[in-house]
């Protein structure tokens, strides 16, 4: 989303909840007008049913009603309203005054209650009160009710809401004026974080700096940056593969060319068999480098084939690899074995580069193992380590020197010597599958002290509930 929408966005949600805050409270603005305005009026109203009823008494034969002067001439100083009045017992024909007034739903003696009603086509207000006459002649007290058109209450009202709800409705320009204000100035950290990330060169992956923006925006900006080292990381990667694969494989694909070309010079058989097969092993070690390259490419974390992981058991894998390269080790008479129990031994990972971890330890081991010699594989739970597992290969071919034995892991790393050959690669592939797995690995000497021992430890999946 561009900032300018963000911000338009914004300043419609403020506008929309102030006007809504305005409707609200003018509402209950108007309530308190008229409430107001009722409360004045009232007292007028009460005032003159006061008055008429203290001139209403009866006599031994009939009900007089002296209405005073006094109780109606408050409201025809300045007033455009009508006045109505009735004095009768209820249920009767009214005494004096206007029939047929509307009466309250209850009313108590000696107290105006007040009440709104219609009467010919007009809102009136009324007020009325019960006034006993305590003659046995005239048991039920009389009622009297008095009543007003609303006109000049609503023109009270009108002016109170309206002065009210203008004051409020400038208070609420002025509050959106300053929330729109303070939304640029909170949002222009953001949009120059935006405009930063936009103007970045394509390659550039460095952490955005995220001096000046906000406390709320400091968690999306450290997300975007981990993500952003995550690609970084792919990248490097990817970059990392290409030139070792570049590097590595210029060399065997020169000697290749040349052994073809020296093939190709021959006339015989004779003299192009010894070429030819020459060239069937160039082949073959170049097509193993670049498997390793591809290996070792899988192997590195930021593949994503450690993320999801299931149960395997190791030792089943360890003991079909020795079935799969029983094969290679009889070309050199090589006694390749399996030690360990039937039991499973369950660990989290991915059977595919499991697979590819213990057939680079035993292809290394019959590679560098003598002709007629002795290969053995061995799976069993660590003595010294609980819930793990470990694999052991142990040969007696040459051994790694102690002093070399942490650089061996590193890439293309040989050992000087004729009896050290190969890529470089095996035992780096090795530890990228192990340190994936949250396992660790081992050097050392043989038990007999001649050849060399690999010990894996690989932590055991938790059993499921």
């Known amino acids: 989303m561009k900032a300018p929408g963000l911000k338009r966005r914004l300043a419609i949600w403020l506008f929309g909840v102030l006007s809504a805050l305005l409707a609200v409270d003018a509402w209950f603005s108007y309530s308190d007008a008229l409430g107001a305005a009722n409360q004045a009026y009232d007292r007028s109203l009460s005032a003159s049913v006061k008055g008429i009823a203290e001139r209403v008494y009866a006599t031994e034969s009939e009900i007089v009603v002296d209405i005073p002067y006094s109780a109606l001439e408050l409201f025809e100083a300045g007033s455009s309203d009508r006045l109505f009045y ?10 004096t005054g206007y029939e047929d007034l509307p009466l309250p739903e209850s009313i108590s003696p000696n107290s105006p209650v007040f009440y709104d009603g219609l009467y010919k086509g007009q809102q ?51 509050a959106l004026a300053v929330a729109l204000l303070a939304t640029m100035i909170a949002v222009q950290p953001i949009d120059n974080l935006g405009q930063a990330i936009r103007l970045r060169p394509e390659d550039d992956l460095t952490p955005i700096n995220a001096l000046g923006v906000p406390h709320e925006v400091k968690p999306l900006v450290d997300a975007i940056n981990l993500h952003m080292e995550r690609i970084g990381a792919m990248v490097e990667a990817r970059r990392r593969f290409i030139t070792d694969a570049a590097h590595q494989l210029r060399t065997p694909l020169a000697v290749l060319n040349t052994q073809a070309e020296y093939a190709l010079r021959q006339h015989g058989e004779p003299e192009m068999r010894p070429a030819i097969e020459a060239l069937h092993r160039s082949l073959g070690s170049a097509i193993r480098l670049a498997n390793q390259l591809l290996s070792l490419s899988r192997a590195e974390p930021i ?37 360990g129990d039937s039991r499973p031994l369950i660990v989290a990972g991915n059977s595919v580069l499991l697979r590819e971890l213990i057939a680079n330890l035993v292809d290394n081991a019959l590679r560098y193992t003598p002709e007629n010699g002795v290969v053995t594989v061995a799976v069993d739970l660590a003595p010294d380590k609980a819930a793990t597992a470990r694999v052991r290969v142990i040969d007696n071919g040459p ?13 293309f790393f040989r050992l000087d010597g004729g009896d050290y050959t190969g890529s470089g690669l095996g035992l780096a592939i090795v530890r990228e599958i192990v340190h994936g797995h949250g396992g660790d690995i081992a050097l050392s000497d043989a038990p007999d002290g001649h050849g060399l021992l690999v010990e894996v430890f690989l932590p055991l999946a938790e059993p499921s509930a």
């Open 303 to 339: 593949n994503g084939l450690m993320v999801a992981r299931q149960a395997v058991d190791i030792a089943a894998v360890a003991r079909d690899m020795v079935v799969e390269l029983l094969p290679l080790a009889a070309r050199k008479g090589i006694d390749l074995g399996f030690e």
């Open 124 to 174: 009136l207000r009324f007020g009325a009160m019960l006034k006993p006459l305590y003659r046995a002649e005239f048991p039920k007290p009389v009622i009297v009710i008095v009543g007003e058109t609303i006109n000049t209450r609503q023109e009270v009202v009108h002016h109170l809401f309206s002065r009210e709800v203008a004051r409020k409705a400038l208070l609420i320009v002025v």
């Open 399 to 411: 051994g790694i020197p102690a002093e070399f034995r942490a650089q061996v892991f590193l890439r």
């Open 86 to 95: 009735s004095v009768g017992i209820p249920g009767d024909k009214a005494i």
